[in-house]
């Protein structure tokens, strides 16, 4: 009874800590970059993340191709675990030696410099209560949250979820051959993503990007499990190719996204990002296999009553479309880039001026 006891609570450890990382890579990363090439500096952190699905679905894999059901039952799912014992060494070292970015030190001074100043202001706030004590902060990160429902819960469903689904849950083939699969997607999802980063810093401005790929998300999820009903491995796999495309024009430049809506004051953008990225991950993607399991149990009640019906089928990926729609209308109607700031209307400007200079 304590074995599992003790793997909850190391996993929830390491939730915390990859919380605090992948935000902290975003803003490093970015900060210490020109404005040219963000987007592709941001996709680089999210390809590396990705990297590390990709590294763990060799393992399982390459587990589940040498040892039989049983012995990976019995003893061999341990093996990927002792495997990332190999990683973790290395790791520590650089998170113990990474620095902070010249761009945050700078501004930090100056903030300090500047509550010095203010004698009314004794004591140096968290970054957590400003950024919550502004109307204006409240809303960018309601609006960041909302941008990134679709994008979190699409990356479960789609490295996570899939694979269980086409095998324990369809039957349509084996667990190792739903791993192989979901291997060579993954690859190829990290070459979507890099050359999304890329592609984001042509744009007069990343959004647009954003704005083509949520479409492509609403649409291309649901149309991914309808081609799951041709029972062919080409369409399981173009199927899944589909979706992670889609998914990758969203997800490549949203890390540099992230970062700029804080840019204004780097001394809260560790803390906007983070909460942001992890407060969506956490009700939107932790959350996404419960969901997505209770509607294909749905949809199996559903399909009782109508012979021949695809609709039924659907619903995991319509409930993506859902929050697709959602995240779209949170990037063009909630949340104010500072690109929009300086192309936007004359009474925008203002009010951020006048948000600045409380």
């Not at 012995?71 to 190999?86: E, H, N």
């Not at 990474?98 to 509550?115: G, L, M, N, P």
């Not at 804080?262 to 296999?289: C, E, K, Q, R």
């Not at 109607?333 to 004359?346: A, L, T």
Request: proline letters at 4%; glycine letters at 8%; aromatic letters at 12%.
């Amino acid at each position: 009874p304590v074995s599992p006891i003790l793997l909850v609570i190391l996993r929830m450890m390491q939730g915390l800590s990859v919380g605090g990382q992948l935000a902290g890579s975003y803003v490093l990363s970015i900060e210490q970059s020109s404005s040219k090439s963000r987007g592709f500096r941001g996709s680089v952190c999210d390809a590396s993340s990705v990297g590390g699905f990709l590294l763990a679905s060799a393992v399982t894999t390459t587990t589940r191709s040498i040892l039989t059901e049983e012995q990976v039952d019995s003893w061999g799912w341990r093996l990927p675990f002792l495997f990332s014992l190999l990683l973790a060494p290395a790791l520590y070292f650089i998170v113990s030696n990474a620095e902070e970015s010249k761009f945050w030190s700078e501004r930090a001074e100056q903030k300090e410099t500047e509550e010095l100043i203010r004698e009314s202001e004794k004591n140096e706030r968290p970054a957590v209560v400003d950024l919550f004590s502004s109307p204006f902060r409240r809303r960018q990160l309601a609006g960041c949250i909302g941008t990134l429902c679709a994008t979190s819960s699409s990356f479960y469903m789609l490295f996570l979820w899939t694979p269980v689904y086409l095998s324990e849950l369809r039957g349509i083939m084996r667990q190792k051959d739903a791993d192989l699969l979901n291997f060579f997607v993954v690859g190829c999802y990290i070459f979507f993503v890099l050359f999304a980063g890329w592609l984001s810093d042509r744009f007069p401005h990343r959004m647009d990007l954003l704005r083509i790929g949520l479409p492509g998300i609403i649409v291309a999820c649901p149309t991914m499990f309808g081609m799951f009903e041709g029972e062919s491995w080409a369409g399981y796999m173009l199927a899944q190719l589909q979706m992670g495309f889609c998914l990758a024009l969203v997800q490549g430049p949203l890390a540099a996204w992230e970062v700029e809506l804080w840019m204004a004051d780097p001394t809260l953008s560790f803390t906007g990002v983070a909460i942001g990225h992890n407060v969506a991950s956490t009700i939107f993607g932790g959350t996404m296999p419960l969901v997505a399991t209770f509607l294909y149990y749905r949809s199996v009640e559903l399909e009782k009553g109508e012979d021949d019906a695809l609709w039924p089928r659907l619903l995991p990926g319509l409930y993506i479309s859902i929050l697709g729609c959602i995240s779209f209308y949170s990037v063009s109607y909630v949340v104010r880039h500072p690109h929009d700031v300086r192309i936007g209307n004359s009474q925008l400007r203002k009010a951020v001026e006048r948000e600045n200079k409380k």
